[in-house]
């Protein structure tokens, strides 16, 4: 692999190919980036009265985006580089190689998408997630019913058009994370699933389960608002190119090399929901700011998958968040913050307080446990409605049923329960997997880091993050998408993915938390 | 002029014709309110180091705008609609002639400018506003200067692109103030001037001035953000349309017919900064919410000119905001805001100390009265600028010439003189002068409210804003540019538009202020 300080021998004519190719998708970033923009505008700034106007504004420039990704002169060049490549001829770096191959891959999958679907797909997600919020609101199924089977017609039909030879779930699914195929996630999922079922079980029959009466006290949002800032920054999170506001769900949107926007939502009586809210999407933002900017709108400039982006949120969230070293560190910080709710508590207290596992309705507000079932639910459902396999009149009815099944208790509302989430009214389907999927990345990182930095959580107790994200930037952030997501986390850890992991690090913590003596299933 | 209900007898080739130019427009326009989206968030929200990208994004879709407005298929529907509508052709309703005339008219200014020109301004006016923060906040003038001589070069080839047979300043005067000419706006200032010099030394020889002491104790900023938001929704504006948020310098923005969004800026020691930004923006904004919203983005839904923009601002911010009714009303709410500072004065104690005439540096800062002052030196210096009387680099000197001259002091620093401003460094030339026309036409407009509702002082001190709302809305507002400005202010208040019924207003509300017995210069 030359370095950039060698003469590059490929022909000049080629080599400006790139060139344009390169500036080309810069130039298209630009405009997906202005994209972004009203996306987050509308979660977080728009008054009510402006949704209407805000899906023609977002149609009509994802139609731009569409046709700026699919100019046939970019096509034309790359496809001309890759077959010169795959001939042999010229000089190119490796992230020259896969830079080509991957804007040719994304681009070939955008021809087959006609510009009338696109815009419909995204004006069917403006409705839908506006639809999504007055019908949580209202608890009102009917509401959402037509926008949801809408958005599962057009996705099964974007399915078909971009990746024929796939399942059309598959081909959704590797929109999210590339190269993952659903029977692999399933088995992947079977073989989780025992440890997860079998720890649920074994917390539910404890005689001391922790408790977390602790976090469910008075915490005022004005400083719930400066302690989460304080907490974001301190990890890492760099606020002259980011910021925090409020939307009904969280998330983390990036509207430019140096404009990465977190949000999250405020609960005065329990601490956990802003602060792993933000701890959640600023370990996105980490990642997000952690890319490199020169190359923002290139693959070397990407996220790898959603999967990974998912692993560096849970990381922080939950391997991070929930430690006693953390809790070392950030508790005098909270006790100055929230005086009267925990000047008495012990960093040992709170961190404790933190692994309740208790069956519950809703995915956002689930431990870190059961979250994986939450998860498991959908993925099956989703994947049963684009393959034509449950009908989405029949979709409340087998979300109540298997919720039952595996946690016991039924939602009472649908708000409660099928309306949860705003993913699938955002057209986000294949998404859901990538979630546990991220907390197996995770838990294989963690263990990997805490072999090569022994001396990790000293440097935590003394609010030194630092190292943590080093080793982040270093094994995962730098390589954006130039390598697929199964060989960069193993190429990260030195082993090949597991689901071994996850299931140690949730037994390792859950279980003297709740005095368990059982070892995990083998 | 046929009523919607009677049937159309224009030939169906020529109505389609129509229809296509106004969902052109309409399309248009779209992408217009998303280039205003990426400007208020830039001064609102975003963060500091995302500037650069801000800038590539703004030129992206500015030139996206400029190419969809000078698309050659609309030239061809407009001229030929127009040459028809001259012949006499098809019954055509006096809004569609209308609305074709003004169409056509933007479209020939906008074609007469290169795409490169318009992208060149697009970044030149993001470089220069990034620039003219920096370089106010260390008032450094050699900073900005450069952008400034940027700017000048481009908006004067803007000019002389785009109406070559006018004086340059003129051609930019008319891009703000559509049919104003600056001789004739010179000679308005002038027979407006000596009323106010008159009035401003008459009231600098008070011995009795009115002091605002009153108004320079501690308000706290979460207090007068609920205060002036309860203002300004009661004077009538529409929060499910629209919002408010923080700037360096306060506008307004509107991002959709139903998304009208006000910035201010806050002194916890000076209560009208907040409150008298809220009332002029909120001034302007009720303005942009009385605008038609189904004509949004065609000329019967946009506003007539920066002048009447600007009469609509001044006239709730300096004659109801400093009226005795308004106080009379508004007392009470401030009392419970602010106890503190509030709780012993008068309505006319506190209607008084908002009449305060005192020469100053800050032209946002200024009384009403010198405030006249500030926009004569701006035109007289900008039109010298553009006309290459004066060089950038001899700027700073003459500005604090003319301001020693005009103010008998002297801006210690460029911060507080010469760059003080946002405007220039944004491109806008040609627009200081609208606001003293602005003045002008809200004083005329008052004096017509007063003879056609002579109830509205009683009505003000109940709280009830609702009839002069009304006023505006059916005099100024439903027409949007369908009229002139000269025209729509004379139709409006049944008078030619002059300069008495400002100095008269000036002289009646500030002589007794100031105790003075003198009248005004005849």
């Known amino acids: 692999m030359p370095t950039s300080d060698e003469p590059r021998r490929s022909p000049p004519d080629l080599r400006s190919e790139y060139v344009a190719a390169a500036a080309h998708a810069r130039r298209t970033a630009v405009l997906a980036s202005v994209e972004s923009l009203l996306g987050w505008d509308e979660q977080t700034m728009l008054p009510p009265a402006g949704g209407a106007y805000r899906a023609d504004q977002a149609a009509a420039v994802a139609s731009l985006v569409h046709t700026a990704r699919t100019e046939p002169a970019q096509r034309d060049r790359l496809e001309r580089l890759a077959t010169s490549m795959e001939g042999g001829e010229g000089d190119w770096s490796d992230e020259e190689r896969v830079t080509v191959l991957r804007l040719l891959c994304d ?28 019908a949580r609101r209202h608890s009102d199924w ?13 996705k099964r039909e974007q399915a078909t058009c971009q990746s024929p030879d796939l399942d059309p779930y598959d081909a959704l699914l590797d929109d999210h994370e590339p190269g993952a195929r659903s029977s692999d996630v399933s088995a992947l999922f079977d073989r989780l699933r025992p440890g997860i079922v079998a720890l649920v079980r074994a917390c539910r029959g404890s ?82 700011q952690g890319l490199r900017s020169d190359a923002f709108g290139l693959p070397g400039g990407e996220a790898a998958s959603l999967g990974v ?38 960093p040992e207290e709170v961190q404790r307080s933190l692994l309740v596992v208790r069956p519950s309705l809703i995915r956002v507000e689930a431990d870190e446990v ?27 009815v087998a979300w109540d049923e298997r919720f039952e099944q595996d946690f016991g208790i039924r939602p009472a509302t649908a708000a409660e329960g099928v309306l949860q989430d705003i993913h699938w009214s955002a057209g986000l389907i294949g998404y859901f997997p990538t979630y546990t ?53 193993s190429g990260a ?30």
């Open 207 to 288: 005689r001391c389960p922790p408790r977390d009466d602790l976090l469910r006290q008075h915490f005022p949002r004005a400083a719930q608002e400066s302690f989460v800032r304080m907490v974001a920054e301190k990890i890492g999170f760099d606020f002259a190119r980011g910021r925090i506001d409020t939307s009904e769900h969280p998330f983390c949107s990036t509207t430019g090399p140096h404009d990465c926007r977190l949000t999250t939502r405020w609960d005065e009586s329990y601490l956990p929901t802003a602060l792993f809210g933000v701890l959640h999407e600023a370990g996105h933002g980490l990642y997000e």
């Open 437 to 489: 999927l991220g907390n197996v990345y995770s838990a294989q990182m963690m263990a990997a880091v805490e072999t090569d930095l022994p001396d990790l959580p000293a440097a935590i107790t003394a609010g030194r993050f630092g190292p943590l994200l080093e080793w982040l930037r270093e094994r995962v952030h730098k390589h954006g998408r130039l390598i697929d997501p199964g060989p960069l986390v």
């Open 370 to 396: 059961t979250y994986n079932l939450h998860i498991m639910l959908r993925f099956d459902l989703e994947r049963a409605l684009i393959r034509g396999e449950l009908a989405v009149a029949d979709l409340p």
């Open 107 to 134: 681009l070939r999958k955008q021809l087959r998408l006609p510009a009338r679907l696109v815009e419909e797909i995204a004006r069917a997600c403006i409705d839908g997630q506006q639809a999504w919020v007055e």
């Open 142 to 154: 009917k509401g959402f019913a037509p926008h949801l089977a809408r958005l599962v017609r057009l």
């Open 309 to 346: 982006h998912e692993s560096q949120s849970r990381l922080w969230e939950n391997l991070v968040g929930r430690s006693l070293p953390f809790w070392e560190w950030c508790l005098p910080l909270a006790r100055r913050m929230f005086p009267e709710a925990l000047s008495d508590a012990s």
């Open 493 to 522: 850890t030195g082993r090949p993915v597991s689901e071994r992991w996850l299931v140690e690090s949730l037994w390792a913590r859950y279980g003297p938390a709740h005095g368990l003596e059982t070892l995990p299933p083998s």
